[in-house]
């Protein structure tokens, strides 16, 4: 699986978006970018995943470089709850989920 | 709602106890996992099985077993316990690839502290 890059804090405030930003540049033609968030004290729960479209869902967007080297989430209105750390995968969609590997990740504090 | 359980969220043991870790998920999904995650060192992929019976060793299976009976149970065991095995655990579950969404699932977490 292709290695990521994430800077490792961000802080947002309460209410605005939250871009997170994260590079992948020795992805393959067959890897999907996949998006989770780990809440202190929790499991890691899944977001959005893409393959090269940008993407939506109730929880957040994730817009997807045309070269598909980086990828950014997108949290459109960032509450307190939104606190976590944010893992950004890359795996091939015939690669086990479970075998994925996550890396430090971005802790995203959101300030009232 | 779809579940992953791990039986406890904190637990305390002794050096050299033998412990079991219990994961049960609702979902009838053919793979399990079992991570530790520590400061510094994200998660790490201790064991994972991908039907009854079978198992399959990860990046850090020294210390561990698991066994799985059953589809929706997966146990670590810890055969004789050490600080150093101290550590936040988590499990998991997926569908297998290929078959819709394979994101995976995961439990809440047991914190596991060896004294």
């Known amino acids: 699986d292709a290695k990521t890059t994430q800077p490792p804090s961000m802080d947002c405030a309460e209410g605005r978006a939250a871009n997170l930003p994260c590079n992948h540049s020795?992805?393959?033609?067959?890897?999907?970018v996949y998006w989770y968030r780990q809440i202190h004290s929790q499991g890691p729960q899944y977001i959005i995943h893409?393959?090269?479209n940008n993407e939506t869902n109730e929880m957040a967007s994730l817009i997807i470089t045309e070269d598909r080297k980086s990828s950014t989430l997108i949290l459109p209105h960032a509450t307190l709850r939104d606190t976590a750390v944010y893992y950004c995968?890359?795996?091939?969609?015939?690669?086990?989920?479970?075998?994925?590997?996550f890396g430090d990740g971005t802790t995203l504090t959101v300030k009232p | 709602d779809v579940k992953v359980t791990q039986s406890s969220r904190y637990l305390v043991k002794r050096t050299g106890e033998k412990v079991f870790l219990e994961c049960v998920q609702d979902m009838d999904h053919e793979n399990m996992f079992w991570y530790r995650q520590d400061p510094g060192l994200g998660l790490r992929l201790i064991y994972f099985?991908?039907?009854?019976?079978?198992?399959e060793k990860g990046d850090i299976p020294e210390g561990y077993s698991v066994s799985r009976e059953k589809k929706e149970r997966f146990s670590l065991i810890l055969e004789s316990a050490s600080t150093n095995q101290t550590s936040m655990y988590l499990c998991?579950?997926?569908?297998?690839?290929?078959?819709?969404?394979?994101?995976?699932?995961f439990g809440q977490g047991t914190r596991l502290t060896v004294v």
């Open positions: 020795t992805i393959s033609g067959n890897e999907y």
């Open positions: 995968i890359v795996r091939d969609y015939n690669t086990n989920a479970g075998k994925s590997t």
């Open positions: 099985s991908y039907d009854v019976k079978m198992k």
């Open positions: 893409g393959l090269k």
């Open positions: 998991a579950s997926s569908p297998v690839p290929g078959q819709g969404n394979t994101e995976a699932f």
